[in-house]
């Protein structure tokens, strides 16, 4: 009977997806007799084109554009092969599986040129495609900036989904001056296992994603594990917020502050970052702070510590700095200026002035927990280790995919 219901779904999302914008146009004796487009998320986007003229048609051509932010607009150009012919039914599938692929809710605007023998050309309407994941049959809740979908778990689900989320857009805000300036869609998958089926080239350990340029987040939250679930939510909505305040064709953000905010906006991060932590700073292991503005270790033991450091280190700015400095390093990043740049510019030092500082600030803070730390035995912090690597997708932020960093 499950199955069923699911094949219906399928069936009905499909028939939606199947789009007949066409009024007929024509010049000439070439006449454009039907356009469509045909989403099968997330592996294919089919567009098929019907055209008739008193010659052969010569030449077919899909133009085409995605919708998410960039600093050029980028048209795509298709030449369709085909038989030369009076009548000609036209159709190209794009295959996320050779491009990469979209995240569910693109906006694809297509259009279509046709030129006949005797030198008729007609161009279509551009027209939305919308790249929506019908596999599911979504329920939608709005507030403010943000929409969230969702397909398994009730209203009270989303409304708490929707809660963390609001919570973490009014800290980011208070604390960093940053906000959300373009809404967001939020698809909530019923878990990692079918988030990973959104998407192309999932990675095992993918938990959620924010792609930035869509104004997208996808996320994988079972029902059962709502606590993640609200911690992860608050983590990606910082990601897309701080990205679309810093966007800018020169540079990224330094890891470190990326991270850091993303976590900062979780409010207190888990136990597990801070044992790292004061484990580091007992041994005199601590990652250096221009090392952070790289993209993170890998390996999970040095993945957590650098977490852990980064929300630190972003705390320590902004208890001691305060929220108009944060909101002018951002800002100074967004003018593409260097790291080493724009902290001093804001701050008056350069990334290892903050290293030193920031090295005082934490050994003070953990000095009186010194002893516990020195208790903690390492084959605890190994044991928490390996739950951690064992455990990601249920437990940590680092199972986020980093496609944002690609560019997607
Ligand atoms: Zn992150």
Redo the contacts with the bound molecule.
């Keep these: 009977m499950i199955k069923k219901t699911g094949i219906l779904v399928i069936v009905v999302g499909l028939l939606l997806a199947i789009l007949s914008p066409v009024s007929v146009q024509a010049q000439g004796g070439l006449a454009i007799l039907e356009s469509s487009a045909r989403a099968d998320f997330p592996s294919q986007l089919s567009f098929s084109l019907s055209a008739e003229s008193e010659v052969n048609i010569t030449d077919i051509r899909l133009h085409y554009t995605v919708d998410r932010v960039s600093f050029a607009r980028v048209t795509s150009e298709v030449y369709i092969e085909f038989v030369l012919a009076n009548t000609v039914d036209a159709e190209w599938t794009w295959d996320m599986r050779k491009t990469g692929g979209l995240p569910a809710g693109s906006t694809i605007e297509c259009w279509w040129t046709v030129t006949d023998a005797s030198g008729n050309k007609v161009e279509t309407t551009p027209t939305q495609v919308r790249f929506d994941d019908n596999r599911y049959s979504w329920h939608s809740l709005t507030g403010g900036k943000i929409t969230l979908y969702w397909y398994r778990g009730d209203e009270s689900f989303a409304q708490e989904i929707m809660a963390a989320a609001q919570e973490a857009l009014a800290r980011l805000a208070k604390d960093t001056g940053a906000y959300l300036e373009k809404p967001v869609s939020v698809y909530v998958y019923a878990g990692a296992q079918d988030l990973r089926g959104a998407m192309i080239f999932p990675q095992e350990w993918t938990g959620g994603v924010a792609y930035t340029r869509y104004g997208v987040i996808a996320i994988g939250i079972a029902p059962d594990n709502l606590q993640w679930g609200k911690r992860a939510i608050a983590?990606?909505l910082a990601?897309l917020v701080i990205h679309q305040m810093t966007l800018n064709p020169y540079n990224y953000l330094p890891t470190w502050l990326?991270?850091g905010l993303?976590?900062y906006a979780e409010r207190e991060p888990e136990a597990i970052y801070e044992a790292y932590l004061k484990q580091a700073i007992a041994e005199n292991s601590l990652i250096s702070v221009r090392s952070l503005a790289s993209p993170f270790s890998a390996y999970a033991g040095q993945s957590y510590l650098s977490y852990a450091q980064s929300y630190s280190l972003v705390e320590f700015l902004i208890a001691h700095y305060g929220q108009d400095r944060m909101y002018e390093l951002l800002n100074s990043f967004t003018q593409g200026s260097s790291y080493d740049g724009a902290l001093n510019t804001v701050y008056g030092f350069d990334m290892d002035g903050l290293n030193t500082l920031w090295r005082g600030y934490v050994s003070e803070q953990y000095k009186s927990t010194e002893v516990t730390t020195a208790e903690m035995h390492p084959a605890l912090i190994g044991a928490l280790a390996a739950l951690a690597t064992a455990l990601l997708l249920a437990l940590a932020?680092v199972t986020?995919n980093w496609a944002w960093r690609r560019g997607w």
Aim: no cysteine.
């Design positions: 983590h990606e990601h990326d991270e993303a976590m932020l986020e």
